[in-house]
């Protein structure tokens, strides 16, 4: 028992605990993020302007991607990816409507989604606007809509700059945990116990990390609100969402039991199914879209997950025992894709007439889907190309239906039709031999690329075609195009420069192709000197 009543003193380390941690709770943000900022509504992200600039988030986004287009689960699949940009793209054009992309992140920013070959159920969004979705993803989802929602939330992080709103959070956070360390040393310089220091460590650094918790989650609900909002304005059925969380819900059940909801960064799955449904009660959600084509689409992200042959032998099969018309199309379109990709001869000759069929029931469906006609045809191409029918092909890919709609290219066919007529050609570089489709194909390619510079596959098939067109430095610009479009500078430098070397005395248009490399050669030589500069600080 204590005989002395008077108070005893605080010990200095818990004055000066008390003091700092006050200190860093009422410390504002850093210096350049009190700068002005003119308000604009309904964007949430104004404060992250001045932590991380949209240019610099731009230049992440980008140095990322150049890294990431060379990793071997990056997927150009053209067909999927061109299913996934006709999500993808009405979303966007809704948020521009809407006012949630401003000036700055419209001119700076991709806005490209692209694909990953993964198994997991996953989605992420990456600083300028890039949106990563993985195969397993798509491998779930019954419908457009329910992946239209998830496109939407991973919008939504993006066009909130979700990203850069969450750095001065995390360096407050970082700041709280430094300061518990210090404040532990402290403690011990003063004869405090072991297990108080460590406690206060301890403490410091789950406050750091709780916060930092909380500031997730509030984002990530956050972009569900604003997600189901797109996917209002872009003319899907809101329903989508929940039912995506249910599904998520279902994949996850074995992993994940449900508890200690407050060490999550994303809100409990349960708590996101309940608001969507409340959601959903509001009138006015667009019709669930016809089923067809997403099935097909789901069909080729499961082929494509694993192409291992015992992969593709188990969906070789091509049979179902549901009774929907959609379940027994997509089955037959991954078994004749596997057989394609698996070299199957005895197969391939039995998907040539299964597909025929499955092409006239789906022009027979009400109400018809143009993308999943075209699909059916695009494989049926495929497969006769496999059978060493590059002629058929051509024609077949000549009568594919016309597809308008936001998001929704020629890309897919127009690759396709240089494989054929490849084929067609036989491999023979003999401009003669190759006849007229290939020159067709060939300058069309290289109308496209004008417009998608970017586009790696692209310069890839035309290197091929002007290849055997008798195209020489077109052939090698073009191969170094590739390179450089996948983020291989120095491939792309090589390649120039070999063009270069083996130009000599050229006249007409491979003069101008001459000049082309020239100036091309230039302008890579300086990128490369410039992202040097960024990567040693010095720019």
Do not use: C
């Not at 189901?228 to 819900?249: D, K, N, P, V």
């Not at 058929?392 to 290219?409: D, W």
């Amino acid at each position: 028992m204590n005989v002395n009543s008077s108070p005893r003193p605080t010990p200095i380390w818990q004055r000066l605990l008390a003091s700092l941690l006050a200190l860093l709770i009422a410390l504002p943000l850093p210096a350049q993020a009190q700068g002005t900022a003119p308000v604009r509504l309904p964007s949430l992200g104004e404060s992250a302007n001045a932590d991380l600039s949209v240019a610099d988030e731009k230049r992440i986004g980008e140095s990322i991607m150049r890294e990431g287009r060379r990793d071997p689960t990056f997927l150009d699949d053209p067909v999927l990816l061109d299913y996934l940009q006709s999500l993808w793209v009405p979303l966007v054009l809704a948020a521009r409507q809407r006012g949630d992309i401003d000036a700055d992140t419209a001119s700076y920013f991709a806005y490209e989604a692209f694909l990953l070959r993964e198994r997991s159920v996953n989605a992420f969004a990456l600083p300028g606007g890039f949106v990563g979705v993985h195969l397993g993803l798509i491998a779930i989802t019954n419908t457009r809509d329910q992946l239209a929602s998830v496109l939407a939330h991973e919008l939504a992080h993006v066009t909130q700059r979700h990203i850069a709103r969450s750095i001065a959070p995390g360096a407050r956070s970082s700041m709280v945990g430094l300061a518990a360390i210090l404040l532990g040393i402290l403690a011990a310089t003063q004869g405090a116990s072991a297990d108080v220091v460590n406690a206060s460590i301890a403490g410091g650094q789950a406050a750091a990390i709780q916060g930092q918790l909380n500031f997730s989650r509030d984002m990530e609900r956050e972009a569900d609100r604003i997600g189901y909002g797109l996917l209002g304005a872009a003319g899907y059925a809101t329903a989508g969402m929940g039912e995506m969380f249910e599904r998520m819900e279902v994949a996850n059940r074995l992993n994940d039991a449900g508890n200690f909801p407050y060490l999550r960064s994303h809100p409990l799955t349960v708590d996101r199914i309940a608001e969507a449904r409340s959601r959903t009660l509001v009138p006015g959600s667009a019709p669930s879209a016809p089923p067809l084509a997403h099935a097909l689409m789901q069909a080729r992200a499961r082929v494509l997950m694993d192409t291992s042959a015992l992969g593709l032998q188990r969906l070789v099969g091509g049979e179902t025992s549901s009774p929907q018309m959609q379940d027994r199309l997509a089955a037959s379109y991954a078994g004749a894709m596997a057989a394609v990709m698996l070299k199957d001869s005895a197969r391939l000759a039995h998907f040539g007439p299964a597909l025929e069929t499955a092409l006239a029931q789906a022009r027979q469906a009400s109400p018809r889907e143009p993308m999943a006609e075209r699909a059916l045809a695009m494989l049926k191409a495929e497969v006769q190309m496999a059978r060493g029918q590059g002629a058929a092909a051509m024609q077949t890919l000549a009568e594919l239906p016309l597809v308008e709609a936001p998001g929704v290219s020629a890309r897919p066919q127009l690759l396709l039709r240089a494989r054929a007529a490849l084929a067609g050609a036989g491999g023979q570089a003999d401009a003669t031999a190759v006849g007229g489709e290939l020159r067709r194909v060939t300058e069309d390619l290289q109308t496209w690329v004008t417009d998608q510079p970017q586009d790696g596959a692209a310069w890839e098939q035309l290197a091929a075609t002007a290849e055997a067109s008798g195209l020489r430095l077109r052939a090698l610009r073009a191969g170094a195009e590739a390179r450089a479009a996948v983020g291989d500078l120095n491939g792309a430098i090589d390649r120039l420069r070999a063009a270069q070397s083996s130009a000599g005395s050229v006249a007409g248009q491979e003069f101008i192709e001459a000049s082309v490399i020239d100036a091309r050669l230039r302008q890579l030589v300086a990128q490369r000197r410039m992202l040097v500069l960024e990567a040693r600080g010095e720019r």
